[in-house]
């Protein structure tokens, strides 16, 4: 069992640039691929970004590539997501997600979830 918290949400101007985390806790941390989703009002959950067990690989989704960044701390058992020239379109509640054999965009695959962090992006 993995249990994930996220931090770091808010409220942030468009332009803006916010970091989240998530600490993990309960198992070993580097046997989980991290992933970061979002979801807003009546849409689906969307992928946003991917890490692999030693942060040698990392994904994004098309809508984040080039203005966020997903990183890991195997050592401190976090996962981080800076999130750079924040649109309106990225408002959205942001999970982070764990997996032990998954590494992709599939969010039925992840094992884990976290309580999830608002972020909104106002213009």
């Known amino acids: 069992q993995v249990q994930l918290v996220e931090s770091g949400g808010g409220l942030v101007q468009a332009g803006g640039s916010l970091r989240l985390s998530c600490a993990a806790s309960g198992r070993t941390f580097n046997d989980y691929t991290m992933g970061w989703f979002r979801q807003a009002p009546g849409k689906e959950r969307e992928f946003v970004a991917a890490?692999?067990?030693?942060?040698?690989?990392?994904y994004y989704g098309d809508s984040v590539k080039g203005r966020f960044t997903i990183s890991r701390d195997n050592a401190k058992n976090t996962v981080y997501l800076q999130m750079n020239n924040l649109k309106p379109e990225d408002t959205a509640v942001y999970y982070c997600?764990?997996?032990?054999?998954?590494?992709?965009?599939?969010?039925?695959?992840?094992?884990?979830w976290g309580q999830g962090t608002q972020v909104t992006a106002s213009s």
């Open positions: 890490i692999s067990r030693n942060a040698y690989s990392t």
């Open positions: 997600a764990a997996s032990s054999s998954y590494y992709g965009t599939d969010f039925r695959r992840y094992d884990y």
